[in-house]
Structures are given as C-alpha cells and as structure tokens.
C-alpha cells in the first residue's frame, strides 16, 4: 500500500491549464497502476485518467481526451495530471489513486471501493 498526496490545484480561466502532482511514498510504487479522478459538488467521483505501472500504455475518459496527459515519475514516485483547454466542467476536487498490479484501463471500470490507496484530493476551479 502507498500513501499519496495530491498538490498543483487552484484557480483557472477557460481555456488555460494546470498540472496537477501526486507524491507517493512506499516501496513497491513501480508496481502500482495509478490514476486521476474527480469528483464535483452533487455528483459521484468518475474516472479521469489511468497509467500502467511501467508507464506504457495510458487510457482516458471521453471527457478529457485530447485535453489532459497522465504521466509518472518512478524514480521520483510522482504521478502528474497536466490539463489543457480547461473547461467550467472541468472543476471538481481531483483525487490521486493508486491499485497494486492493475492494468490502466481496470482503473476505469474497477469499483471505487477496491482501489488500494487514494489521495485526499486538490481542488481545480475553472472559470468561464
């Protein structure tokens, strides 16, 4: 099990961006599938982003493709969520997760309550 911690949220116009880190700590962290979700007031947390263990494969949600990159950091135990085009649906409290083994697409449709380790997530306010 990992501990993470969320950080880079705040305010942005439409259009504009925001990179979005997520620090790790724990000694297996290369082994673990990690993946960005996010939650906005009134609704249940979705799916983001995903990347695999060894950083090869990525997988998306609809919403966001084309706009927003998930990358890691092994060597530093960080993940990064960078968003462009940002949009005012865009704005909910992003959460940082982590599933040991999992390949990145499972983190789309795996439920939430299996997911190993979560972040206490940052806020991302996007203005029109």
């Known amino acids: 099990q990992v501990q993470l911690v969320e950080s880079g949220g705040g305010l942005a116009q439409a259009g504009g961006s925001l990179r979005l880190s997520c620090a790790a700590s724990?000694?297996?962290?290369?082994?673990?599938?990690m993946g960005w979700f996010r939650q906005a007031p009134g609704k249940e947390r979705e799916f983001v982003a995903a990347?695999?263990?060894?950083?090869?494969?990525?997988y998306y949600a609809d919403s966001v493709k084309g706009r927003f990159t998930i990358s890691r950091d092994n060597a530093k135990n960080t993940v990064y969520l960078q968003m462009s085009s940002l949009k005012p649906e865009d704005t909910a409290v992003y959460y940082c997760?982590?599933?040991?083994?999992?390949?990145?697409?499972?983190?789309?449709?795996?439920?939430?309550?299996?997911?190993?380790?979560w972040g206490q997530g940052t806020q991302v306010t996007v203005s029109s």
């Open positions: 997760a982590a599933d040991r083994y999992r390949a990145a697409q499972g983190m789309g449709t795996i439920p939430l309550a299996a997911i190993d380790s």
């Open positions: 724990g000694r297996t962290f290369s082994t673990y599938a």
């Open positions: 990347i695999s263990w060894s950083g090869g494969t990525t």
